[in-house]
């Protein structure tokens, strides 16, 4: 079964407009972590922001935030006023934690084509 | 310059031919992976080490070698390219307390 899910290949939003990026996750690790990276064209990996399951708030990044349910085992992305360089795939990931037994090792959703237009 | 480093960051090779990938970190992170990214399948694990002389299969590990005698460095090696395994290679450590995973630039390989 698939650790990380994004069920959107695709989505599109307007300059300046919020977009939410969807991320289910399944473990049954208390304590996990959870990632987003963004990957434009020139093919880089950047990290955006993280997310600890023990953590009280919801992680935030400048206009990048996470909306983490927990009972819902979902991790969106909010990217706020949408820019053109944010045009970009848009990967999920999940880290369980080694000393609860989890596998200590990223695994990645399959991602999401992120499309801004003027 | 703190980071990781991967070469070549290009390669084009023969099926049938062995090729290495290098990875240089320069911190002293313990976990390092090899992922490798193809259209429609996200990034997909194939090795990965948990400290030099500790290496284990990832998800995709067939074809592969990998060894890692000091910390810093985690080679991956291409024993017989196969068209297959024309892809682009990411090398990754993560972090003590698990919060970041750090991403090299990527060795797009090309096998003909």
């Known amino acids: 079964a698939q650790k990380i899910t994004q069920t959107q290949p695709g989505m599109f939003v307007q300059e300046k407009e919020a977009v939410t990026l969807d991320c289910t996750y399944d473990?049954?690790?208390?304590?996990?972590?959870l990632f987003w990276y963004k990957q434009p064209s020139s093919g880089e990996m950047i990290f955006l922001i993280y997310?600890?399951?023990?953590?009280?708030q919801n992680a935030t990044e400048g206009r990048y935030s996470l909306n983490f349910q927990k009972a819902r085992k979902s991790a969106n992305l909010v990217i706020s006023a949408s820019q053109l360089g944010d045009s970009a795939m848009y990967f999920c990931?999940?880290?369980?934690?080694?000393?609860?037994?989890?596998?200590?090792?990223?695994?990645f959703g399959r991602g999401t084509s992120l499309i801004v237009h003027p | 310059d703190a980071g990781i480093t991967q070469s070549p960051r290009y390669k084009i090779t023969e099926t049938g031919r062995q090729v290495t990938l290098m990875c240089h970190q320069t911190?002293?992170?313990?976990?390092m992976f090899w992922y490798r990214q193809d259209l429609g399948h996200g990034l997909r694990l194939i090795y990965y080490?948990?400290?030099?002389?500790?290496?284990d299969k990832g998800e995709v590990p067939d074809g592969y070698v990998v060894s890692r005698s000091k910390t810093e460095n985690f080679p991956l090696t291409l024993e017989s390219a196969t068209r297959s395994q024309t892809s682009v290679y990411f090398c990754?450590?993560?972090?003590?307390?698990?919060?970041?995973?750090?991403f090299g630039e990527g060795s797009r390989l090309t096998v003909l």
């Open positions: 080490s948990a400290a030099a002389d500790i290496t």
């Open positions: 473990t049954s690790d208390p304590s996990y972590g």
């Open positions: 997310q600890g399951s023990y953590d009280q």
């Open positions: 990754a450590s993560l972090t003590p307390g698990g919060g970041e995973l750090f």
């Open positions: 911190w002293s992170h313990s976990y």
């Open positions: 990931a999940m880290r369980e934690n080694l000393r609860s037994g989890g596998s200590y090792i990223p695994t």
